[in-house]
């Protein structure tokens, strides 16, 4: 248990349905981030959220749209992916100071294929 | 761009000690994290060096040579349970604070 929980572990989903990922932090941290984590490939970093504002968007597609309502709850929204969307997808938070975030907390992640 | 090198996959046999490289080459360097991520769970946090030299936690150790742009991980009395994913993750100076990511190194544990 690392204090980040996701929602739901395993989702299958058709190119045209709506669904959305669930991330929450018990951690008290200040900044939740969002990472799409390939077979054979680098994490890599989608949305980052600094005390409710998103502060980085790395160039993701408008089919994925990031949601922060509070410090502790983070989501995804998903409409309309492409199969090459498929992947684990990875919730994590930190707490950040003066611009500077500490060690990353990572939940279980949420298994995403697209058909 | 920034760089980050790991191997792919090691094998290593249950009792021994293996070690883990990962080279980087980035613009600026604000310290360097090891997560362990066993298959289908959420990356854990391991080590974090920012200065050179060796950091030992238990079985696991962590080094690091800023002038080299390396660093690696070591695992002693190895176990079947470390058989897991290990990723090197580099701090940036300036600019994006957030760790950049290796691809990760596959390690298998046999008997």
């Known amino acids: 248990e690392t204090g980040v929980t996701q929602t739901p572990r395993h989702l299958v989903m058709g190119m045209t349905n709506k669904k959305s990922l669930k991330c929450e932090q018990h951690l008290g941290h200040n900044a939740m981030y969002w990472y799409k984590q390939s077979a054979k490939k680098p994490l890599e970093l989608m949305f980052v959220y600094s005390l409710e504002e998103r502060v980085e968007n790395n160039s993701v597609p408008s089919r994925f749209s990031p949601e922060c309502p509070n410090s502790s709850h983070l989501f995804l929204h998903l409409h309309t992916l492409q199969p090459e969307d498929s992947a684990l997808y990875l919730c994590a938070s930190s707490q950040e100071t003066n611009g500077v975030a500490d060690t990353q907390y990572f939940g279980p992640g949420t298994r995403l294929t697209v058909l | 761009g920034q760089n980050i090198d790991q191997p792919t996959e090691m094998t290593a046999t249950e009792g021994a000690i293996v070690q883990i490289n990962c080279t980087y080459q980035t613009s600026g360097f604000n310290g360097l994290f090891w997560y362990q991520q066993h298959a289908g769970e959420a990356p854990t946090f391991l080590s974090y060096?920012?200065?050179?030299g060796l950091e030992e936690k238990g079985r696991f150790s962590s080094f690091l040579s800023r002038s080299k742009g390396y660093s690696y991980l070591l695992l002693k009395e190895l176990q079947m349970k470390d058989s897991a994913s290990y990723l090197c993750?580099?701090?940036?100076?300036?600019?994006?604070?957030?760790?950049?990511f290796g691809r990760g190194t596959s390690l298998i544990v046999h008997p």
């Open positions: 060096n920012v200065l050179d």
């Open positions: 993750a580099v701090r940036l100076s300036g600019g994006s604070y957030i760790p950049t």
